[in-house]
């Protein structure tokens, strides 16, 4: 995005010495983007064009003229915050073919977006694991480009499939608006005005015209990775490939599902006509899945699904203390210490937490507390012998243990609270999840004590 030049030149012009011009200017932007995240566009709008007639040689009046072209980035909007947005899913919702006027008309788009993720099973079950925001966008032209026409619209959404009225967009477009974000996690919601249907993939998922259950079914893809169930002809895909929902062979020793057929999952199999052709893929279940025409997740997608949102989503969303990961820099105890983690919390059921004490020659390795953008990276956890304890419940989440200087014996100790998502949402008789390799679901946070002598 040709803006981004431009907004670091005005930081970098503010962080170093503010003029009162530059100032003013600042101001008025300022004004401007908080009108556009209380909803009044047209208001906004006007602000944008004062600044830009006003200030025209500041960097602000120059991103302020931009946002008033035709095309245009205009500012963004909370639509549901659910908590700090680097430990959620970051959803960002943005618009295609909307028209300054047409503001109103897709944040209405834009906030039923969230009451699909709710009403969904498994996003619903862990809604407060993501946030949501709308990207206001204005588009020169309404509709898409296809059927011989050319639209201007601000993320290229165009006719993709040989499905009716199936759009798409221009990804490389969806991606640099998202930039324009102070914080994202490279997923997008792209509601197209004009069209049905949808397609999905890198990151975003484009929807025509509303919200219902293609959104998640996009998301699947967005999100997901996840690879369409349906074996009906939409475009030719080229060769047939084995994906985490889709084989290219229905022997069960071989599906990439395998450790579900091992555990006798009820249901699941190797079943013909997948990933939009009817010969040489196969799906896990007999079409129930909201990747072919189901309400929802097959228990496949569902398991890659609750473990994408574990990719990004810490279970301990805050703790208290600071951590202690050198030995070194061991707290004392000479005094009541108390250890808080603050949990996340699913719609249906609850975490497990549990905190162990150990002596330093049970030790664990530690893995640090630090926010990945993958929690890949942070690797499995070290099994603990030790059965631990519950600690006490404080209500929201918070869960604490506090050691006096009289409960233990002089020496080293660390203090180990692990948290774990069983997946198994009230009413299920199994967990969602039945391979985590990585121990996605768990997490911990490890304190190095100090019990000084008597
Ligand atoms: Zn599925």
């Known amino acids: 995005m040709r803006t981004d030049a431009l907004v670091l030149a ?61 095309t245009a980035y205009l500012g963004w909007g909370v639509l549901q915050e659910n908590g700090d947005s680097t430990n959620r899913v970051d959803v960002v919702v943005m618009g295609d073919g909307y028209a300054l006027d047409d503001q109103n008309e897709f ?15 498994l996003l ?16 020169k032209d309404q509709g898409v480009t296809g059927f011989g026409r050319t639209k201007e619209t601000a993320i290229g959404g165009y006719i993709a499939g040989k499905v009716q009225g199936q759009v798409g967009v221009d990804v ?15 997923y997008a919601i792209a509601i197209v005005k004009a ?24 998301w699947g893809h967005a999100f997901g990775g996840l690879s369409d169930e349906y074996s009906t002809f939409t475009g ?31 249901g699941v199999g190797a079943y013909r006509g997948a990933d939009g052709r009817i010969k040489g893929a196969y799906k896990p279940t007999s079409g129930q899945c909201r990747m072919a025409s189901g309400g929802n997740f097959c228990p496949v997608c569902r398991e890659q699904m609750v473990l994408q949102i ?17 030995k070194d820099a061991a707290l004392p105890v000479d005094r009541d210490r108390k250890f ?77 609270c692990r948290v774990r998502d069983d997946a198994q949402p009230n009413g299920q008789a199994r967990p969602w999840v039945l391979r985590d390799e990585l121990d996605l679901l768990a997490s911990e946070r490890v304190w190095w004590i100090d019990v000084p002598p008597r």
């Open 10 to 70: 005005a930081l970098t012009g503010f962080a170093a010495a503010q003029n009162p011009v530059d100032r003013k200017a600042h101001e008025a932007f300022e004004r401007a983007e908080k009108a556009v995240a209380d909803s009044k566009y047209s208001a906004a709008w006007k602000l944008y064009r004062q600044l830009a007639r006003k200030y025209p040689q500041t960097a602000w009046g120059k991103i302020a003229a931009l946002r008033t072209e035709p």
């Open 107 to 121: 944040e209405d788009v834009a906030k039923s977006v969230v009451d699909v993720f709710r009403r969904q099973k």
């Open 124 to 139: 619903g079950e862990y809604l407060t694991y993501h946030n949501f925001v709308r990207v206001n966008l204005t588009s």
């Open 172 to 186: 490389g477009k969806a991606k640099g608006w998202l930039d324009q974000l102070d914080h994202h996690d490279g």
């Open 195 to 218: 069209g049905s249907s949808g397609t999905g993939g890198g990151g975003i998922a484009a929807v025509g015209g509303r919200a219902d259950e293609t959104l998640v079914h996009e």
């Open 236 to 266: 030719h895909r080229g060769s047939p490939r084995n994906t985490v929902n889709v084989s290219t062979t229905d022997d069960l020793a071989k599906v990439p599902w395998q450790h579900f057929i091992a555990a006798g999952y009820p």
């Open 310 to 326: 574990y990719r990004r989503v810490d279970p301990i969303d805050a703790h208290e203390p600071a951590t202690v990961p050198e």
């Open 340 to 416: 808080e983690v603050t949990v996340m919390q699913p719609d249906t059921h609850d975490l497990e937490v549990r905190f162990h004490v150990l002596p330093e020659a049970a030790a664990i390795r530690v893995t640090g507390d630090a926010r990945l953008a993958d929690r890949r990276q942070r690797g499995k956890l070290q099994p603990i012998a030790d059965k631990g304890t519950d600690g006490s419940y404080l209500g929201h989440g918070r869960h604490s243990l506090t050691i006096g200087p009289r409960e233990l014996e002089p020496g080293r100790y660390q203090v180990v």
